[in-house]
């Protein structure tokens, strides 16, 4: 070897200094770094008011206190003997499961009437979809003001039926639970629409056909066939619908405040009353109380679906 190959040699790098590079380059830039900060945002937004709700629930935290002790289940005691959280608990259930029918009704007639891909179709989705994405203390307000005495509605009746008509919509305290009920549905039902009109294009054309050349009828097609390949689209819009309705607040506290007679004071504007009086500690239990009530409904219900959808 001569001199020359000698110098060369020496003085090419080694070949693993690039490989090296490349790898702590490769590292720095790995795609899982850009989660740090959407991860580091919801452990300070998240996690940490979530274990100080478990933690505040056990002490005596409220504006009378000039220091925060432990007074252990205390809380829990005066709400469970108390009768207000019972009770508001049983009617954001009922809200919570006339919600679920109302809107997964709606949104399945709406997508079947909307199926077939026209201009006309096409328009009325979108206008479906637009309660979705509006305001829901918009959409409770606007209804608050069409659902009085001297509201809209009342006078569109009275135009048609040639006198006054004065019905308080949101006065029974029987049927008014129905009516904010209603009023939830009507706003969310153009996302249970659209989920049911993706499960409806997912079904083979093939499957239809061969029903279809077996002599079965419309009704007889869809009690057989589509809705039970429906079964996912349904698990979402039920579990979705029972979950956005128990946390419910805006609409209701807008149409009703959760009068009359308290008959339709949802769970989260109790404790939206108690936390204004400055009784923190107390609020915070009914969040957890809440929070049980909302994993011992929707969790099972979740599972049963999801095994209906293994059998099918």
């Given at each position: 070897?001569?001199?020359?190959?000698?110098?060369?040699?020496?003085?090419?790098?080694?070949?693993?200094?690039?490989?090296?590079?490349?790898?702590?380059?490769?590292?720095?830039?790995?795609?899982?770094?850009?989660?740090?900060?959407?991860?580091?945002?919801?452990?300070?937004?998240?996690?940490?008011?979530?274990?100080?709700?478990?933690?505040?629930?056990?002490?005596?935290?409220?504006s009378?206190?000039?220091?925060?002790s432990?007074?252990?289940?205390?809380?829990?005691?005066?709400?469970?003997?108390?009768g207000?959280?019972?009770?508001?608990?049983?009617?954001?259930?009922?809200?919570?499961?006339?919600?679920?029918?109302?809107?997964?009704?709606?949104?399945?007639?709406?997508?079947?009437?909307l199926?077939?891909?026209?201009?006309?179709?096409?328009?009325?989705?979108?206008?479906?979809?637009?309660?979705?994405?509006?305001s829901?203390?918009?959409?409770?307000?606007?209804?608050?003001?069409?659902?009085?005495?001297?509201?809209?509605?009342?006078?569109?009746?009275g135009?048609?039926?040639?006198?006054?008509?004065?019905?308080?919509?949101?006065?029974?305290?029987?049927?008014?639970?129905?009516?904010?009920?209603?009023?939830?549905?009507?706003?969310?039902?153009?996302?249970?629409?659209?989920?049911?009109?993706?499960?409806?294009?997912?079904?083979?054309?093939?499957?239809?056909?061969?029903?279809?050349?077996?002599?079965?009828g419309?009704?007889?097609?869809?009690?057989?066939?589509?809705?039970?390949?429906?079964?996912?689209?349904?698990t979402?819009?039920?579990?979705?619908?029972?979950?956005?309705?128990?946390?419910?607040?805006?609409?209701?506290?807008?149409?009703?405040g959760g009068?009359?007679?308290?008959?339709?004071?949802?769970?989260?504007?109790?404790?939206?009353?108690?936390?204004?009086?400055?009784?923190?500690?107390?609020?915070?239990?009914?969040?957890?109380?809440?929070?049980?009530?909302?994993?011992?409904?929707?969790?099972?219900?979740?599972?049963?679906?999801?095994?209906?959808?293994?059998?099918?």
């Amino acid at each position: 070897m001569t001199t020359t190959q000698l110098t060369r040699a020496d003085a090419a790098p080694p070949r693993s200094a690039p490989r090296a590079g490349r790898s702590t380059r490769h590292r720095q830039d790995h795609p899982a770094w850009f989660l740090v900060p959407a991860l580091a945002v919801l452990l300070v937004f998240f996690f940490v008011p979530t274990i100080y709700n478990f933690v505040y629930a056990f002490t005596n935290w409220s504006s009378f206190h000039s220091a925060i002790s432990f007074v252990g289940i205390d809380n829990f005691k005066d709400l469970f003997t108390n009768g207000s959280l019972l009770k508001d608990l049983r009617i954001t259930l009922v809200y919570a499961v006339l919600v679920a029918i109302f809107q997964n009704l709606f949104g399945l007639v709406l997508a079947l009437v909307l199926e077939r891909d026209t201009m006309i179709n096409r328009f009325a989705r979108v206008a479906f979809f637009v309660p979705v994405v509006m305001s829901a203390l918009a959409v409770g307000y606007i209804f608050q003001a069409l659902l009085k005495p001297q509201g809209g509605l009342n006078e569109i009746l009275g135009f048609f039926v040639r006198h006054d008509v004065n019905v308080a919509w949101l006065g029974s305290t029987t049927w008014t639970i129905v009516v904010v009920a209603l009023i939830h549905a009507w706003k969310w039902m153009g996302l249970s629409m659209l989920i049911y009109l993706a499960g409806l294009k997912t079904i083979s054309e093939d499957v239809l056909e061969a029903s279809r050349l077996d002599g079965a009828g419309w009704w007889t097609t869809f009690r057989e066939i589509r809705f039970p390949l429906l079964a996912p689209a349904i698990t979402f819009n039920v579990a979705t619908a029972l979950l956005g309705s128990m946390n419910g607040f805006d609409i209701v506290q807008a149409t009703t405040g959760g009068g009359p007679g308290g008959t339709t004071e949802l769970l989260n504007i109790f404790i939206f009353r108690t936390f204004g009086q400055g009784l923190f500690a107390q609020a915070t239990t009914m969040s957890l109380a809440l929070f049980a009530m909302v994993a011992i409904l929707a969790f099972p219900v979740i599972r049963i679906l999801r095994k209906r959808e293994a059998v099918l």
